[in-house]
């Protein structure tokens, strides 16, 4: 069983659509991250949210944390090649998940294509 | 900063070979992790790491798998013997404090391939 549950899996897009992925558990989170991976590299921090109900925005990208901190979305304005990876979500755990306790646990992520 | 460093980039071994993974973490991060991302089970902490100290390994799936952090620049993952099993993408990632307050800095990973 996943702690964190990112949908959907895959997404294929035209360049210029928007899109939204969703991160969802059924804990409560103090904070939670968003991280990007391109092919052939690590994870990239792309923002962290920690209140309730927080919207912060980069670029084109929108992230809101739930209010009641157990989920998370992320929405992209006219999608380009350029953000094109692998969208994974990431939050501590308090649970003793393998040696994930106190440490970040990553959802397993939402892989987005953007065509030209 | 380079960030964080990691050798080698590609691996391919045969099955009951030794394999050593590397990692250099960004100079002044005090929590060291290793990670294993395979697309059946995504990313799995393996061990982390503070202060050079080992705290929590029990991420590591079996005996077979070992990491040390001798000084604070260096760090290594050491699988023996290898089996197909193992094929993943390792990474080993460095943050100022672990508890995930502080973002997680990765390195580019390895890509073992056990045959």
């Known amino acids: 069983t996943q702690l964190l549950e990112q949908s959907p899996q895959f997404l294929s897009i035209q360049e210029g659509e928007n899109l939204t992925v969703y991160c969802n558990s059924s804990s409560v989170f103090s904070s939670l991250q968003w991280y990007r991976q391109e092919p052939g590299e690590g994870p990239v921090l792309l923002v962290t949210v920690v209140t309730g109900g927080e919207v912060k925005k980069l670029k084109r990208l929108t992230f809101q944390f739930g209010d009641a901190r157990k989920d998370s979305s992320l929405h992209i304005t006219a999608a380009q090649p350029g953000d094109t990876g692998l969208y994974l979500c990431?939050?501590?755990?308090?649970?003793?998940?393998?040696?994930?306790?106190?440490?970040?646990?990553f959802g397993k992520g939402t892989k987005l294509s953007v065509k030209p | 900063d380079a960030g964080v460093i990691q050798s080698p980039r590609h691996e391919v071994t045969e099955m009951g070979q030794e394999v050593t993974l590397r990692c250099k973490p960004i100079s002044g991060h005090n929590s060291l992790f290793w990670y294993r991302q395979t697309m059946m089970r995504g990313l799995e902490l393996l061990i982390y790491f503070n202060n050079n100290v080992p705290i929590d390994d029990s991420g590591m799936p079996e005996d077979r798998f070992s990491a040390k952090m001798p000084n604070a620049s260096f760090s290594t993952l050491k699988i023996q013997p290898s089996e197909p099993r193992d094929s993943a993408v390792y990474f080993c990632?460095?943050?100022?404090?672990?508890?995930?307050?502080?973002?997680?800095?990765f390195g580019s990973g390895t890509r073992l391939t056990v045959v």
């Open positions: 990632a460095s943050s100022l404090a672990h508890g995930g307050r502080y973002g997680y800095t």
């Open positions: 990431a939050a501590v755990t308090s649970m003793n998940y393998g040696g994930s306790q106190g440490n970040l646990i």
